[in-house]
């Protein structure tokens, strides 16, 4: 079961969560992207000991962060209106973002439905 929850301020990055509960009601968290940041991080443990370039190692580290990041930023903004749940949510993005980006996925949700 998935349930939407609406926050009352403006911003994109916390205007939509999404949880999924279990029969007991209880949040199931995904385990997927724990995964792939542990994997990072011992890609980067290898690098490391390989090139024993401890900077520059970080400094990858940093900014794998901050891409899955931003990543993450794109992912809900982008395809979160596809959900009919999200109608409230495609409102605000509509009004408040008009010419930048809903067009785009409108567009994109025409052609996806005319497939």
């Known amino acids: ?7 009352p301020d403006n911003s994109i ?8 509960l279990d ?9 997927k992207r724990r995964f ?3 994997l990072l991080f011992f890609e980067v443990i290898v690098f490391l000991i390989a090139m024993d370039e401890a900077f520059f190692g970080l400094v990858g580290l940093g900014f794998t962060c901050y891409f899955l990041y ?6 809900r903004v982008v395809y979160a209106p596809f959900n009919a749940a ?5 409102e605000h993005f509509k009004n408040t973002y008009p010419d ?3 067009n785009y996925i409108r567009k994109s949700k ?6």
Do not use: P
Not at 13 to 20: D, E, G
Not at 70 to 75: A, E, G, I, V
């Open 1 to 7: 079961m998935k349930i939407v929850k609406f926050y």
């Open 13 to 20: 990055k916390a205007s939509v969560r999404t949880i999924y």
């Open 23 to 31: 029969e007991n009601k209880k949040e199931v968290r995904s385990g």
């Open 36 to 38: 792939w940041c542990w």
């Open 70 to 75: 931003q990543y993450d930023l794109y992912r």
């Open 86 to 90: 999200h109608a409230k949510y495609v």
């Open 100 to 102: 930048i980006v809903f």
């Open 110 to 115: 025409i052609e996806a439905d005319n497939s």
